[in-house]
């Protein structure tokens, strides 16, 4: 199978996270901090030492920090209603998934800022959008429909001038793109473990700097202080409510340690290669159009002209696995000027090659050729 979907989730993991997560579900299933038995305290060791290989990872100094949670998804939710419990203003992009949009959209007072049309971002453009309630910035740090990567960095100091949270969306770019939270002057910084970090479904997980800074808004089980009818104010107990899925934290945490060894600089550049390299290829195709940048992770986003995305990437999925369509992330399609059609997106993984990218265009062609006149 030719599979090209890794922007929705990594196929193939590295041997260690599978044989972690199958060791760890026979052996290590107990509830992590739900009491002093054995059982109890290796699963909670398994919690702690992913906690660690994370922070390592994205630069955190404070592991405590970092809770886990199913995916980036309920991770983003947590941060946007934590922080604007209270009201206030949030800024957004035009290029965010509706993770974010839809938290944005629920919350009622938000500034979509614009993207060029190749989902670039400009910084100027989130500072223009300050106002003198506003007490988030979100930006994704790259798009789950192209691959363009966002200057979040830059947008982290904007925030930080101005005394605003500020969140990064590294549902994208985890394993695969250097996610440094110092560096990038990060409040929050949501993230998914089976895309780039390799790692089971199901995992993902959030920074936060200051738990000051935002309300729980999931109440529950913790194990730690119990006799109270509120929830803990501390990290990570504060978001991370009920039984954790420990097999799969342990995997995840492999594939940290994984993506450390290979070296996320190595991983990335190797998507990114593959990405430019049908990037080009399919700009040289008469009937096809392509969108983004060259500086992307590993998704390249393109139409066959004058062919629904959907139609043709039926066509493509008899030979190979791509996604079409919206890719929950509708605004960004106004950005690319897709808004109509769509997009078939082909996402390279770390285990893919130069010969898939050969193959990949082979198909494309024929299928473009397929419907030419």
């Given at each position: 199978m030719l599979y090209l979907d890794n922007s929705?989730?990594?196929?193939?993991?590295?041997?260690?996270?599978?044989?972690?997560?199958?060791?760890?579900?026979?052996f290590n299933s107990a509830n992590a901090g739900r009491g002093l038995h054995k059982p109890s305290l290796r699963a909670t060791k398994s919690i702690v030492e992913a906690q660690e290989n994370i922070a390592r990872l994205i630069n955190v100094q404070r592991p405590q920090n970092i809770a886990f949670c199913q995916n980036a998804t309920l991770a983003i939710n947590m941060i946007i209603s934590g922080v604007l419990d209270g009201g206030g203003h949030i800024i957004v992009t035009q290029m965010d998934h509706n993770s974010v949009l839809r938290p944005a959209f629920y919350h009622g007072l938000y500034t979509v800022v614009n993207a060029d049309k190749t989902g670039y971002v400009d910084p100027i453009r989130i500072k223009e959008a300050i106002?003198?309630?506003?007490?988030?910035?979100?930006?994704?740090?790259?798009s789950n429909v192209c691959g363009t990567i966002e200057p979040v960095a830059k947008i982290g100091k904007i925030a930080r001038e101005n005394g605003i949270l500020f969140l990064i969306d590294a549902a994208q770019t985890l394993g695969?793109?250097?996610?440094?939270?110092?560096?990038?002057?990060?409040?929050?910084?949501?993230?998914?473990?089976?895309?780039?970090?390799?790692?089971?479904?199901?995992?993902?997980?959030?920074?936060?700097?200051?738990?000051?800074?935002?309300?729980?808004?999931?109440?529950?089980?913790?194990?730690?202080?119990?006799?109270?009818?509120?929830?803990?104010?501390?990290?990570?107990?504060?978001?991370?409510?009920?039984?954790?899925?420990?097999?799969?934290?342990?995997?995840?945490?492999?594939?940290?340690?994984?993506?450390?060894?290979?070296?996320?600089?190595?991983?990335?550049?190797?998507?990114?290669?593959?990405?430019?390299?049908?990037?080009?290829?399919?700009?040289?195709?008469?009937n096809v159009s392509v969108y983004g940048r060259a500086f992307r992770t590993g998704a390249v986003a393109f139409n066959i002209n004058n062919v629904g995305s959907i139609e043709a990437a039926n066509e493509i999925n008899k030979y190979a696995v791509v996604r079409a369509g919206y890719h929950c992330a509708p605004l960004a399609h106004k950005a690319l000027g897709t808004q109509k059609t769509g997009a078939i997106r082909?996402?390279?993984?770390?285990?893919?090659?130069?010969?898939?990218?050969?193959?990949?265009?082979?198909?494309?062609?024929n299928t473009a050729k397929h419907h030419e006149g």
């Amino acid at each position: 199978m030719l599979y090209l979907d890794n922007s929705a989730t990594s196929f193939r993991k590295p041997a260690c996270v599978y044989g972690t997560f199958f060791f760890n579900t026979l052996f290590n299933s107990a509830n992590a901090g739900r009491g002093l038995h054995k059982p109890s305290l290796r699963a909670t060791k398994s919690i702690v030492e992913a906690q660690e290989n994370i922070a390592r990872l994205i630069n955190v100094q404070r592991p405590q920090n970092i809770a886990f949670c199913q995916n980036a998804t309920l991770a983003i939710n947590m941060i946007i209603s934590g922080v604007l419990d209270g009201g206030g203003h949030i800024i957004v992009t035009q290029m965010d998934h509706n993770s974010v949009l839809r938290p944005a959209f629920y919350h009622g007072l938000y500034t979509v800022v614009n993207a060029d049309k190749t989902g670039y971002v400009d910084p100027i453009r989130i500072k223009e959008a300050i106002r003198p309630d506003t007490k988030l910035i979100v930006c994704t740090h790259a798009s789950n429909v192209c691959g363009t990567i966002e200057p979040v960095a830059k947008i982290g100091k904007i925030a930080r001038e101005n005394g605003i949270l500020f969140l990064i969306d590294a549902a994208q770019t985890l394993g695969c793109v250097e996610v440094d939270a110092e560096k990038m002057n990060a409040d929050f910084i949501a993230f998914s473990g089976h895309k780039g970090l390799m790692a089971p479904l199901g995992t993902g997980g959030v920074y936060v700097r200051d738990e000051t800074t935002l309300r729980p808004i999931i109440m529950g089980g913790t194990g730690s202080q119990s006799e109270l009818p509120t929830q803990p104010r501390i990290m990570p107990d504060m978001l991370q409510t009920g039984t954790i899925n420990t097999p799969a934290v342990a995997a995840m945490s492999k594939a940290a340690l994984y993506v450390m060894r290979e070296g996320v600089t190595a991983i990335g550049e190797k998507e990114h290669c593959l990405a430019n390299r049908l990037s080009s290829k399919l700009m040289n195709m008469g009937n096809v159009s392509v969108y983004g940048r060259a500086f992307r992770t590993g998704a390249v986003a393109f139409n066959i002209n004058n062919v629904g995305s959907i139609e043709a990437a039926n066509e493509i999925n008899k030979y190979a696995v791509v996604r079409a369509g919206y890719h929950c992330a509708p605004l960004a399609h106004k950005a690319l000027g897709t808004q109509k059609t769509g997009a078939i997106r082909v996402s390279f993984g770390y285990f893919n090659r130069k010969k898939d990218v050969d193959k990949i265009a082979d198909i494309v062609w024929n299928t473009a050729k397929h419907h030419e006149g």
